[in-house]
């Protein structure tokens, strides 16, 4: 029974983390000052959310001081170095892909906003919906350099003129 478990865990921690899908350093590095600032940004206006008495305002400032914990857990997990599962949550956001990453991010941002939009839940989440489209971004994958782009158009046009041939031998 042990043996299984083991085997599962050590598969788990072989996956390979998202590091690897292409994006440089740089961009990594803009995306998590991103998601720290979004994080920031969440509580801070969060924090001034809940100085209400309406209950929609106030459930949203809850919901933005829980998204800016959860930003900065993933995000920035040596911010939260005396929550014991910190490193745990952050290894799994690691191993995530940028789609993923990107989908969970901006919804987390968008909740708040339908709950109250007010100004103060639209710009305390513009930063942390920001680190979701930079992650979606980098799912996107990079652009084609000029020389691909012309080979594959120098193909699709051979092609062309291949069938136009062909139906050109076909009428006589």
């Given at each position: 029974m042990?043996?299984?478990?083991?085997?599962?865990?050590?598969?788990?921690?072989?996956a390979?983390?998202?590091?690897?899908?292409?994006?440089?350093?740089?961009y990594?590095?803009l995306?998590r000052?991103s998601?720290?600032?979004?994080?920031?940004s969440?509580?801070?206006?969060?924090?001034?959310?809940?100085?209400?008495i309406?209950?929609?305002?106030i459930?949203a400032?809850?919901?933005m001081?829980?998204?800016a914990?959860i930003?900065?857990?993933?995000?920035?997990?040596?911010?939260?170095q005396?929550?014991?599962?910190?490193?745990?949550?952050?290894?799994?956001?690691?191993?995530?892909?940028?789609?993923?990453?990107?989908?969970?991010?901006?919804?987390?941002?968008?909740?708040?906003?339908?709950?109250?939009?007010?100004?103060?839940?639209l710009?305390g989440?513009?930063?942390?919906?920001?680190?979701?489209a930079l992650?979606?971004l980098?799912?996107?994958?990079t652009k084609?350099?000029?020389i691909?782009?012309?080979?594959?158009?120098?193909?699709?046009q051979?092609?062309?003129?291949?069938k136009?041939?062909?139906?050109?031998e076909?009428?006589?």
């Open positions: 042990s043996g299984s478990g083991g085997a599962a865990a050590a598969s788990v921690s072989s390979p983390p998202a590091q690897e899908e292409g994006m440089t350093w740089w990594r590095w995306c000052l998601g720290v600032l979004g994080a920031v969440c509580a801070v206006s969060g924090l001034f959310n809940c100085i209400t309406h209950p929609l305002n459930a400032g809850v919901w001081i829980m998204n914990f930003l900065l857990l993933c995000e920035a997990p040596f911010c939260c005396f929550i014991e599962f910190a490193n745990v949550v952050a290894g799994k956001a690691d191993r995530l892909r940028s789609w993923q990453k990107a989908a969970f991010y901006c919804g987390m941002a968008v909740v708040p906003i339908v709950i109250s939009l007010t100004l103060t839940t710009l989440n513009a930063i942390a919906f920001a680190t979701g992650y979606g980098s799912a996107l994958g084609g350099d000029a691909s782009y012309a080979r594959i158009q120098q193909q699709k051979q092609a062309d003129e291949e136009l041939t062909d139906t050109l076909g009428e006589l």
